[in-house]
């Protein structure tokens, strides 16, 4: 396929108004000039098909583009949606940012554990302390983490879906869901927390409480 960008006669530059209105420009174009006869008649059909094709592609990075630029990197809509315990949305969300950094890791790894993907979450974890060395509530998750997974039961691990994300449960070898897991004591306080930034006063408390 052609650049979809091209095809409209324009680049990726150009602003989505104005990719809209060339748009709906060549579509009346070429839907007036499909009815004509013969051979320019042809033309116009099959210039409609390829812009219509065309549109499916730049429509969609719009989209993406619209996304990533209402979520502006506040990260209060992920921490509200955590606590509501719906982690699909939340993923939504995370997947969504492309500009990736410590702060986008960290919550990554509050979805993750909250599904019980230990080993996942504390990759995260590493990941934003790597952004941002001196972060002490990254390196307190992480510290706390580790010693919450010390002696733990083995972990399921999480598995990416065909589009490279993880908003969906993780199935076994057989086609089925993993069973819920129970974990241990420390990790039972950690994934009751309501709240998203709970996972280092959580996993204090417990370990107050040994």
Known sequence: MKDPYAILG??????PETLRAKY?????LYGEQRFKSGEEGNEGARKLQELEEA??????????ENKQTSFGGDYSRVDELIRQGKYNEAQDILDSVQDRKGEWHYMQAIVFYKREWLTEAKTQLEMALRDD???TKYRSSLEKLNLSMTGAQPQQQAVPNNNGNYNQQPYNDQGGQYPQQQPQDMANCLSSCCCAYCLTDCLCNAMRCC
């Open 10 to 15: 324009l680049d990726k530059t150009a602003d």
């Open 24 to 28: 709906q420009e060549l579509h009346d």
């Open 55 to 64: 549109w499916v592609v730049i429509s969609s990075n719009l989209e993406r």
């Open 133 to 135: 060395p001196t972060n």
